[in-house]
């Protein structure tokens, strides 16, 4: 995380990262983008995107909250 005045502020994450986090392609990462299945990337600058981390963060907890409990 990064601080500002003691604040948390928001960390951006390259596509690398983001593929290490989540263990997807990044095809199979711009397709769950496209259904609207995964967070949206944000356009940085002509050749250069990245994503919010606590929104893919988010994005993982929902998957671990979906997880079925063994009986």
Known sequence: MLFY???IVMRILSKRQVKE???YSPQHIARLEKAGLFP???QLGP???GWVESE???WLEKRLAER???N
């Open 5 to 7: 005045l003691g604040e």
């Open 21 to 23: 986090l989540v263990l």
């Open 40 to 42: 949206q990337r944000v």
């Open 47 to 49: 050749n250069r995107v």
């Open 56 to 58: 893919l963060l988010e």
């Open 68 to 70: 079925k409990v063994p």
